[in-house]
């Protein structure tokens, strides 16, 4: 089956936000009920958070390689998290994503995994 | 990628508890500081176990991201510099504790005394007597119970800005008076209990009788009120009989709390319950509670409460009800305080007792209170007992005025159904 990975921008809440203990725990659990139900369904493969700052931005200049600080930070737009789903086409996988709590609060992006055949 | 589980309210009573032991060892007045660290640690797990699920041990993570947040702050703040051992004794002695400890040890269960004891001594400085009673509860629920502002204010149903003011002042004026964070002596303690037991009853009050707010929140509010309660009541200077008093009132009223609706929302009165879909739990519990309350001398007036709701939650039936001693527990509590309100508790209890000239009378005392005349529950008493002695078109025209005041929706439905009721039967 094609992997797709989904790439979930922004957190589900801004830092300055006012939300309570009760409301973070209830987010989590919401998220954690749908990764629940996509693993039982053999559809989620893994998760995994991205640090916040932006990372590092490598590019080949000269036979150099110059090391800046990733797009992320500039472009004040935060790669919160990453999913790695299985689905039989990309309207599945958008169907997978669209059920996913974190439409609620930012966006996803879905990319399917390039495995060549043989 | 693990999908543990973890406790319900997990975040609520961890935001209290670290708050109040950070605040043993750096003082009331870096309370605002100390909230931000506990909000960042949280925060931290809502960033992260969205994608990685929740951890398997989730308070020894939230210790260790909160021990980060502290840690950073010590590198900016000078007080929490000046308490730098203090604070990572704290924070590394409960890391600790998490990993290695088991609930049953002996370090574990002192560990967990050590965390009870925080939170009682917050509760004390919460609902110190400097502060109103309205600002002892907020003040609690959001540094104790780990409610937010806005969750405060829509479980009171009143303006967030209002809740909000009040914890900023209470806050204010106990940093400006310099309270320390203790529970009181024996000497001090009955004067000193007295406004905490009264904050939990109000903190319940609102959950379990207004209509008004959201249901969850409300619910939330009594559990809270209940556990504040148990923890007061296993410390050995805490614990005393009226403690277990106002401990058992809640745990006989909390058997009934989803019995008072039914599937359409609509208001169930306790003749009409399923007293088979009680908590019987809660029962048992609360007529153990009120076993240890008759310990000491003094009755006082959460005794006759608790003594009123365990007539009607061990009552086998409506019918069954001992009337009698319910009177009895009202003139007392009336005695020691004639509020209007109980008096209109003790009217109902006269009617239900089959005193309807007994009822009357206390009525035709309570009209002259003028505080009386918007009461709902007075207005439904008078409705009901002019029903009882055939007066169809003067209890029509009470239940009716009734409907006009009602605030919230149940009990507008409700009074509005019996006004139909007795419309068609005189018409």
């Known amino acids: 089956m094609p992997k797709y990975l989904l790439e979930l921008h922004e957190p589900p809440v801004k830092k300055t936000q006012d939300i309570s203990p009760e409301e973070m725990q209830q987010m989590i659990a919401e998220y954690t009920t749908w990764s629940r139900k996509m693993g039982e369904a053999e559809i989620m493969v893994d998760g995994w958070k991205l640090t916040n700052e932006g990372g590092r931005h490598l590019v080949a200049k000269g036979g150099k390689v110059a090391v800046t600080d990733g797009p992320y930070s500039e472009a004040k ?15 599945h996988a958008s169907e997978v994503a669209q059920s996913c709590p974190h439409m609620k609060f930012g966006r996803i992006a ?4 390039d495995m060549m055949e043989g | 990628m693990s999908t543990h589980d973890f406790v319900e309210h997990l975040f609520r009573h961890r935001a209290g508890q670290i708050t109040a032991s950070l605040a043993r060892v750096l003082g009331f007045g870096q309370i605002d500081l100390i909230e931000e660290v506990v909000q960042e640690a949280l925060y931290k797990a809502l960033a992260i176990w ?11 993570w939230i210790i260790e991201a909160a021990k980060n947040a502290a840690y950073d702050r010590l ?22 504790n998490e990993f290695e400890a088991g609930a049953g040890s002996a370090a574990g269960a002192g ?3 050590e965390i009870r004891d925080d939170t009682l001594a917050m509760m004390f ?12 509860v907020a003040l609690t629920l959001k540094v104790v119970g780990g409610f937010s502002a806005s969750e ?8 967030k800005e209002t809740i909000a003011q009040r914890i900023v002042r209470a806050k204010r004026t106990l940093r400006e008076a310099g309270v320390s964070l203790k529970i009181p002596g024996t000497d001090e303690i009955e004067t000193r209990l007295a406004p905490v037991l009264q904050a939990l009853y109000l903190m319940f009050n609102e959950g379990y009788a207004s209509w008004a707010g959201e249901s969850h929140l409300r619910r939330d509010l009594c559990h809270e009120a209940i556990r504040l309660c148990a923890l007061l009541t296993e410390h050995p200077v805490t614990g005393r009989p009226e403690t277990h008093a106002l401990h058992a009132l809640f745990l006989f009223q909390s058997s009934r709390f989803d019995s008072r609706l039914d599937e359409e929302g609509d208001l169930v009165l306790l003749a009409d319950q399923n007293r088979g879909a009680w908590d019987r739990a809660a029962i048992v519990a609360g007529a153990a509670a009120l076993n240890k309350s008759a310990a000491g001398e003094r009755v006082t007036p959460y005794h006759r409460e608790a003594e009123i709701a365990s007539c009607h939650a061990l009552a086998p039936s409506y019918d069954e009800t001992d009337w009698t001693r319910i009177l009895a527990c009202f003139d007392a509590l009336i005695t020691a305080n004639p509020s209007p309100v109980i008096r209109t508790h003790r009217m109902v209890a006269r009617m239900e007792a089959g005193d309807l000239d007994g009822a009357k009378r206390e009525e035709q005392q309570l009209a002259e209170e003028s505080s009386l005349l918007e009461y709902v529950p007075f207005l439904v008493a008078r409705a009901e007992l002019a029903e009882r002695r055939g007066e169809r078109v003067n209890a029509a025209a009470i239940f009716a005025r009734g409907i006009e005041r009602a605030a919230s929706e149940p009990v507008k439905r409700h009074l509005q159904r019996r006004w139909a009721r007795l419309a068609s039967q005189s018409g």
Do not use: M
Request: proline fraction near 7%.
């Open chain 2, 152 to 159: 405060a204010a829509r479980a009171f149903l009143v303006a």
């Open chain 1, 110 to 113: 879905i990319r399917q995994v």
């Open chain 2, 125 to 136: 400085t919460c609902c110190h007597p400097s502060l109103s009673p309205e600002s002892q």
């Open chain 2, 75 to 96: 590198r900016r703040e000078k007080v929490w510099r000046e308490k730098e051992d203090a604070v990572r004794t704290v924070l590394e002695g409960w890391a600790d």
């Open chain 2, 50 to 60: 969205p994608y990685q699920g929740v951890p398997r041990n989730p308070t020894a």
């Open chain 2, 111 to 113: 560990f967990a005394r």
């Open chain 1, 77 to 91: 737009e935060i790669l919160a998290g990453l999913f790695l789903i299985q689905a039989r086409d990309y309207d």
